[in-house]
């Protein structure tokens, strides 16, 4: 009898605790529904975060097996175990958030205006075509594109998936808006103003037409970096640079940009609740910008971040191997298709004197400089300028380290000390006093160039000024010297090979835009008129020789960038744009378990 009560009472316990565990279950399995219903009837299937695969599936076979008579409190056990942890891994992924460390220093919580915000938006309002890991540029909101045999009239066809973060659908309008408006209010964009001869819009197949006054075979690459704005928001905007707003701005990326908060550090990007691409697994993207490189690395080392970004930078040589330590991270290495070089005043004598230039690159000591400045991680230029890792390298010669030819060429060139003060004199006969214009993340640099050029006759003072001082006085051409760097799109803007910081066309905040000669100018426009992958190949070649044989810059070292991750994440893609901060890292990033 006791034993028939033991059973008894067995069995309500075990009614009673699958009733408990069915309750929970159809809870959890409602909850589920409702907040992925929540998200609006446009949702698919591919939209659900790849932690709940499976676990519908789980829950009705477990269902099944409370009612079959079959199961034993020993499988109970185990199979609740399983709906706990699928429980607790989604609730887990609605509250992820990635976290990125970075020593771009947001100024304004300006879209537009402020150019490291306008990168990190490219997460929220993504351009309409990206890089991809092999350098190729194909489409992002764009699904593919058509142009003109003459490379005047550009088509692009909008992927018919997209909808902005507040539910309205993007448009053809919404880009041609967008790009008519870079042209006209900002000031980095005013080729299209000038080139753009009109535009035309099609509902019927979802494009954008564009017509340009002459031909244009970079189209695609420039509009790589133009974030799409919804025109219904912005159209009411008259000075976009100069419009601030601490968010949410309204994006169509799998994220949208919800607060800037400048006084933290700190950008928040949340899940665009109409993002119909592949679904990111976390909800929070924030950005935690810091007032220098050794802060944002504390940061990283403490643990207080997952990843490390600097736009076309890489993360600091020196502290690699101390984070390293830790155990918590692995590093990506990419080569850089930028570099830091030295930009002469072309307008401005000696400077303007091809001779004189060849000694200057000869008077720096190229190993010594690339092994203090990146531990390794460089190597010596080619005077073709061009990095080995673009597309279209010629192996130019390298630059050679030599203080004898450097003073035998000035001796030959006429630059002579005649009082004997140690120091040479120009052709007009006063010293040599050489000024160079440095920004305080080039000192080291600016010193061993001031030793170096003391060491073949000539004077040299370094000049350090704050980076809107540095356009002033490089925009009025008010330097001797300077020493500067070429970011990836840099070396991919204009005629691409690095054209566009010197054709004296061009304006920009980087760019020294100093080289008038038609030969240099001819290459550029041949450049952006030919489709023929083979005449592209001859004029690249052109281009690099005419840098090896003029100088119009001396590049001081390339280098590889180098990017720290935990290691209990995966997923990451590096392009040679803007490294890993693209939607395909965004959108396949996971956390794996410890």
Not at 128 to 147: C, R
Not at 338 to 343: D, E, R, Y
Not at 429 to 453: C, H, Q
């Amino acid at each position: 009898m006791k034993q028939i009560k033991h059973l008894m009472g067995l069995g309500l316990k075990v009614r009673l605790k699958r009733t408990i565990i069915l309750t929970i279950l159809v809870l959890t399995f409602c909850s589920t529904v409702f907040s992925s219903g929540a998200v609006g009837q446009e949702d698919s299937e591919n939209n659900q975060p790849a932690s709940e695969e499976g676990f519908f599936d789980r829950f009705i076979t477990y269902v099944k097996s409370l009612f079959s008579g079959e199961e034993d409190l020993q499988s109970s056990g185990e199979i609740s175990k399983i709906g706990a942890a699928d429980i607790q891994q989604s609730a887990d992924s609605e509250d992820a958030v990635l976290k990125i460390a970075t020593p771009d220093v947001i100024d304004s919580a300006s879209l537009v205006g402020d150019t490291g915000l306008g990168v990190f938006a490219h997460l929220s309002n993504p351009p309409l075509m990206k890089m991809d890991t092999e350098g190729h540029i194909v489409g992002q909101l764009a699904k593919n594109y058509s142009v003109s045999e003459n490379n005047t009239l550009w088509t692009f066809y909008l992927r018919d998936d997209l909808y902005w973060s507040d539910g309205e659908k993007v448009t053809p309008e919404d880009v041609e808006f967008s790009i008519r408006y870079y042209g006209e209010k900002t000031p980095w964009a005013s080729w299209i103003n000038d080139t753009l001869e009109n535009s035309t819009v099609s509902d019927a197949d979802n494009s954008v037409t564009f017509k340009f006054n002459k031909p244009y075979t970079r189209v695609s690459m420039e509009f790589a970096t133009y974030d799409i704005l919804p025109a219904y928001v912005w159209k009411n905007i008259e000075d976009p640079v100069e419009y601030t707003n601490n968010g949410p701005y309204v994006g169509c990326g799998p994220y949208y940009l919800k607060l800037i908060d400048l006084n933290a550090g700190k950008l928040v990007f949340e899940k665009n609740p109409y993002w119909k691409g592949k679904a990111p697994e976390f909800k929070t993207v924030e950005i935690h910008f810091y007032s220098n490189v050794d802060v944002a690395t504390l940061a990283l080392q403490n643990g207080e971040a997952d990843t490390y970004y600097k736009y076309a930078g890489s993360y600091p040589y020196s502290s690699i191997e101390e984070l390293n330590k830790t155990g918590n991270f692995d590093f990506m290495e990419k080569t850089s298709i930028g570099l830091v070089f030295l930009a002469p005043n072309l307008k401005k004598a000696p400077f303007s004197d091809e001779e004189f230039r060849e000694a200057l690159a000869y008077a720096i000591n190229y190993e010594e400089l690339a092994s203090l400045e990146t531990l390794g991680y460089g190597e010596v230029p080619n005077r073709g300028f061009v990095p080995s890792s673009m597309e279209n390298y010629k192996e130019t010669e390298k630059l050679e380290y030599s203080p004898e030819k450097a003073r035998e060429i000035l001796e030959k060139a006429g630059y002579s000390d005649s009082n004997g003060n140690g120091i040479l004199e120009g052709k007009d006969g006063k010293d040599i006093k050489l000024e160079i214009l440095i920004r305080p993340d080039y000192a080291r640099t600016g010193e061993l160039l001031d030793e170096y050029f003391e060491n073949i006759g000539l004077s040299a003072d370094l000049k350090t000024v704050d980076s809107d001082t540095w356009i002033t006085l490089k925009d009025s051409y008010n330097y001797d010297l300077t020493v500067t760097r070429s970011t990836p799109w840099g070396m991919l803007m204009h005629s691409s090979w690095g054209s566009g910081y010197f054709d004296s066309r061009r304006t920009g905040q980087g760019v020294m835009h100093n080289v008038e000669d038609p030969v240099f100018l001819q290459l550029c426009d041949n450049i952006l008129a030919t489709t023929d992958s083979a005449e592209l190949q001859k004029y690249a070649y052109e281009l690099q020789d005419y840098y090896a044989e003029n100088l119009p810059a001396i590049p001081l070292y390339w280098s590889k960038t180098v990017t720290p991750f935990n290691r209990h994440f995966e997923g990451w893609y590096a392009d040679p744009l803007y490294g890993i901060y693209n939607l395909d890292t965004f959108t396949n990033v996971t956390k794996v378990e410890a």
